[in-house]
């Protein structure tokens, strides 16, 4: 496998045991890569695996004769954990992570629900997030695609005030298939420095280019690991850490697109805690309980604004209103949620 740098493997542990970083997985195989760089093929003990890439990892080599498959045999304990829902079931898929790109584009025209339901994953595993808007050469598109995101340029960060307007999710422009600058890319590169970055959006935004454009051997890479899997697959269907320099301080992770954003492990009563815009009102309601659809004093609905937020800075007031199109959000995704948590 692949030697991101060329040092010495790591020293096995007092009983035998080696640590490593869980780099991607197909199935039930894993490449775990040493604090060396040397990477290995693992399976996990036992039938059933918990491991993510982004796991810390205690595994040990195979015996003679035995393959030469290792056996991840103890998973470290995670600062944090992603989770995301597909059809059929609640996967975690990344874990021990700085930070999330959400990657959109403006086209194929992005939907804000799912934006919104990555933000409130990130919101819930308390994880920070930005928003890249790729595809700035369309003009009239991209121009309608920036001012969709108007209201997401003005939340705040809870505590702070619009008299100090720093926002929670930067949200930058880029054209991610041109050197030439002219865009946010620079501010991308500084932002994604000394961190683990988690890379998410829908196919066809530009995520396999943004990971070639920052690893440019990231293709050759890709096509090592389905070599060692056994995957027959070179195209991101699977989450792969990726790292950005030689000295291995920051990396990117690379993730299958997503079409649907389903949020079934979060709790239906707690939605509002995981949208800062509506958060920072819900606080204020009469009833513990408000749901923030239909009680009577409801401070969040009272703080619904009568219409879209501009380009201009964040409303003046010492506590932002709602934007309507993040208050429908709300709604729809509060009774997407199953009725049993409520």
């Given at each position: ?12 542990l ?30 996990p003990?036992g ?14 080599a ?14 470290a ?40 339901k ?39 960060p ?7 307007p ?26 994604l ?6 890379v ?41 850490w990726?790292?950005l ?12 697109g ?12 707690a ?22 659809i ?49």
């Amino acid at each position: 496998m692949r030697r991101t740098r060329p040092t010495p493997p790591a020293a096995p542990l007092p009983d035998g045991l080696h640590e490593g970083l869980i780099v991607t997985s197909h199935g039930r195989h894993y490449i775990v890569e040493s604090a060396g760089g040397q990477r290995h093929l693992c399976h996990p003990r036992g039938k059933k695996s918990q491991a993510v890439v982004g796991d810390q990892v205690r595994w040990q080599a195979p015996r003679p004769g035995q393959g030469d498959e290792g056996s991840i045999e103890h998973i470290a304990p995670r600062r944090n954990l992603f989770y995301r829902q597909d059809e059929m079931r609640t996967k975690a898929f990344a874990a021990n992570i700085d930070q999330i790109l959400i990657l959109i584009a403006a086209e194929p025209v992005f939907s804000e629900r799912q934006l919104a339901k990555a933000l409130i994953a990130a919101e819930a595993a308390g994880i920070p997030a930005l928003i890249g808007l790729n595809k700035q050469d369309l003009g009239p598109a991209y121009a309608s695609a920036w001012r969709r995101l108007a209201a997401y340029r003005q939340i705040l960060p809870a505590g702070n005030s619009a008299h100090s307007p720093a926002p929670l999710y930067p949200v930058l422009r880029l054209q991610l298939d041109a050197a030439h600058g002219g865009d946010d890319f620079p501010q991308l590169q500084a932002l994604l420095q000394g961190r683990a970055t988690l890379v998410l959006g829908p196919s066809g935004v530009g995520k396999s280019t943004l990971i070639n454009r920052l690893i440019p051997d990231a293709q050759a890479q890709t096509a090592e690991i389905s070599r060692a899997l056994n995957s027959g697959r070179h195209t991101t269907t699977t989450t792969t850490w990726y790292w950005l320099e030689f000295a291995r301080g920051s990396a990117v992770l690379d993730s299958p697109g997503f079409q649907e954003f389903g949020l079934h492990h979060i709790d239906r009563q707690a939605l509002a805690r995981w949208m800062p815009d509506i958060a920072r009102h819900a606080t204020g309601c009469r009833f513990h309980n408000c749901t923030h659809i239909h009680e009577p004093h409801c401070v969040v609905r009272a703080a619904v604004l009568p219409e879209e937020p501009t380009e201009a800075a964040p409303n003046a007031a010492e506590v932002p209103g709602i934007a309507p199109s993040r208050y429908a959000l709300y709604k729809h995704i509060f009774e997407e949620l199953p009725q049993g948590r409520a």
